[in-house]
C-alpha cells in the first residue's frame, strides 16, 4: 500500500511508531507537501493519506475517511498564518501570495476574506516560504511558518484564531482518507496503519521527552517550542471538529469554492 506523509512537523505524531520504532509490513511511505499529496491521491497513487480537508470535496466518491483521526486546531495553531504589510482590513485589492503547499486554508482564507472581511484582493501562488518584497501579504503554512524568518513583518495573523473568532467553529486541515478499492483489497494494511497511528498518539503521551527530541531533530529549523505544538495541533477528530469541517465545507461551498460536499463518508466499523 502507498501511504502519503505530510513532510511537516504537524504529521509527525502519527508517524512516529512507523517511523522511528516499526515500520508496517506492506507499506511504503511518500511524503510530500500536502497539495503534493492531495494531487497524487486524485491521481491515484497513493492509496492511503492525509489530504487537505479541502481536497476532500474533488475525491468524495473514491474515498473514505478515516474516523478517528485529522489535524485541526481549536484557534490559535502557530503554522497557518497570514503575514502582511497592511492590517487585514486594508488588503482590498492588494496582492496575496498563497502557498503552493496548501488547499485547506488557501480556500480558508478566501471564503474569510469574502465573507467576513468583504474585501476582494488579487491572490497568486507562491513558493511555500514567499519573498514578501513582491506582495502586499502571504499565506504560510506547516513548517515554513514556523522557522526563524529574518524578514520583519508588521502584521501576523494566526488564521485558526482568526476563523475561531469569526465564525465561532475550530478547523480542520486535513483528513485521512483511504482509495474505496484499496480498502476493500487490503483491509488487514489498513487496520494496521491505523493501530500504528494510535501506538503512535501513546507514544507521545507515554515516551514524551525522547519523541520531541526526535521531532526536533527530523525538523531542526522549527523556532518554536514543539510540545506546545503537538498540544495545539488536534489528533483526535471529535464530534466538535466534524461539525467544523461540516460548517467549512458549507461556507467554501456557498462561496464558489469548492465543490459542495453534502455527506462525510467514513470507513465503516467492520473493516
Ligand atoms: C496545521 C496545518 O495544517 C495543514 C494545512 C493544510 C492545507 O492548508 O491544505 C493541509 C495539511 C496540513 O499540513 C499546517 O500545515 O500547519
Redesign the pocket.
Known amino acids: 500500500m502507498k501511504l502519503g506523509y ?1 513532510n ?4 509527525y505524531p502519527l508517524y512516529y511508531e512507523m517511523m522511528e520504532k516499526r515500520p508496517v509490513s506492506g507499506v511504503q511511505l511518500i511524503p510530500g ?3 503534493e ?2 494531487e497524487m491521491m486524485r491521481n491515484e497513487e497513493l492509496d492511503i493519506s ?6 476532500y470535496a474533488d475525491i468524495q466518491d473514491e474515498v473514505m475517511i478515516l474516523p478517528e483521526f485529522c ?3 481549536v484557534g490559535y ?4 498564518i497570514l503575514v502582511s504589510n497592511v492590517p487585514i482590513e486594508d488588503l482590498d485589492g492588494k496582492t496575496i501570495g498563497l ?1 503552493r ?8 482564507l478566501k471564503s474569510l476574506l469574502k465573507q467576513y472581511y468583504h474585501i476582494d484582493p488579487i491572490y497568486q501562488p507562491s513558493d511555500p516560504l514567499p519573498v514578501l518584497r513582491d506582495l502586499d501579504a502571504a ?1 504560510i ?3 515554513e ?2 522557522t526563524r524568518n529574518p524578514e520583519a513583518v508588521p502584521y501576523v495573523y494566526d488564521l ?1 484564531d482568526l476563523w475561531l473568532r469569526k465564525t465561532g467553529f475550530p ?1 480542520v ?2 483528513v485521512f482518507v483511504v482509495r474505496k478499492k484499496a480498502m476493500r483489497e487490503q483491509p488487514e494494511t489498513l487496520k494496521a496503519i491505523i493501530s500504528s497511528y494510535h501506538k503512535s498518539l501513546g507514544c507521545l503521551e507515554t515516551e514524551r521527552d525522547i519523541f520531541i527530541r526526535k521531532a526536533g531533530e527530523k525538523y531542526p529549523n522549527i523556532a518554536y517550542d514543539i510540545s506546545t505544538y503537538f498540544r495545539l ?1 488536534k489528533y483526535e477528530f471529535t464530534q466538535e471538529l466534524k461539525d467544523a469541517l461540516r460548517f467549512y465545507f458549507s461556507v467554501a461551498g456557498a462561496s464558489g469554492f469548492l465543490r459542495q460536499v453534502n455527506t462525510l463518508e467514513f470507513i465503516p466499523d467492520s473493516i
Request: hydrophobic share 50%.
Open positions: 505530510i511537516y512537523l504537524n504529521c507537501y500536502p497539495s499529496l492531495n492525509p489530504v487537505s480537508s479541502a481536497a489535524l485541526g486546531s495553531v502557530r503554522s497557518v502557498s503547499a496548501s488547499q485547506t486554508s488557501v480556500v480558508l499565506l503554512i506547516g513548517n511558518a514556523m485558526g478547523v486541515f486535513a495541533i
